[in-house]
């Protein structure tokens, strides 16, 4: 006996009588607008979270800057707010933050390159299921505990290799925040790494390549885009952090080019100032919102240095 064949959906929708396709039409593509509504909401989200906090800072640092002079704010060495006779240099709070970071990418940077080569091109399956996991978890960590281990550790342990590096200093706590930004890296630049096609590779050993010229020759150059991409986070994330420097770095503005002294960056000064011992509206409380637009306009000039390195290197397979 012959079986009757399934109907599919389309037969089934012409079979409908004409009121009951017109609802069934009516309700499904009401049912696909709400779906794209939401879906457009939830991206419009983030883009309107930037704006309104982009806004905040323009319109506080626009308050800031009517009483305090531009050039004396990005060229004068001092920033002494908080007393008397007050200085409205970010000089000195730029030049700690870069000195942190610098000291962190000096890190994070080679040592998280050399992981992922590992973990793409030399590592087994069950050595990457066990590492890779494992660097993952140091971004876990609350950075609180990165600032008092810097503090309480790493720093007395550098003061056996130099006595006279202070309690409070910026290579200590830059170390750290080098540590922690080594997931980042190392993470984002093996995800590179494993999408080059592995018949580059196999190209590569028919040459007579080894596998150390294969990683640094083949894979390496034609992940360049991803690798710049994890550094950029990488130092996205640097430029960011705040408890680390804020508990080992020393609070204290300093126009120092020199990681063993101790000095103040833009953020540890924005937590500083945020406890609420100053009143809203002052001056004092408006200039966490001038140094957080630049704080904001620096991470923004490397994100998009990033993005014009990774549109120069991209290769499409």
Known sequence: MKRDTPLSNVDAFERLP??????????????ERLIEAILFLASFSAVAVTI?????????????????????????????????????????????TLVTTTVALLLAVPVGTVTAIYLSEFADARVREIVKPTLEMLAGIPTVVYGYFALLMVTPALQWFMPDLPGFNMLGPGLVIGVMIIPYVSSVAEDAMRSVPATMREGSYAMGATRMQTALRVVVPAATSGIVAAYILGISRAFGETMVVAVAAGQQPNLTWDPREPGATITAFIVQVALGDLPHGTLEYQSIFAVGLVLVLMTLFFNVLGHIARKRFREAY
């Not at 004409?18 to 049912?31: D, I, K, V």
């Open 18 to 31: 004409p009121g009951h396709r017109f609802a069934y039409s009516l309700t499904r593509n009401a049912g």
């Open 52 to 96: 309104a906090i982009v806004g905040i800072l323009l319109f506080e640092s626009l308050e800031f800057f009517k009483q305090v002079s531009l050039v004396d704010f990005l060229t004068d060495t001092q920033w002494t707010i908080m007393f008397a006779d007050k200085h409205y240099g970010v000089l000195p709070l730029l030049a700690g």
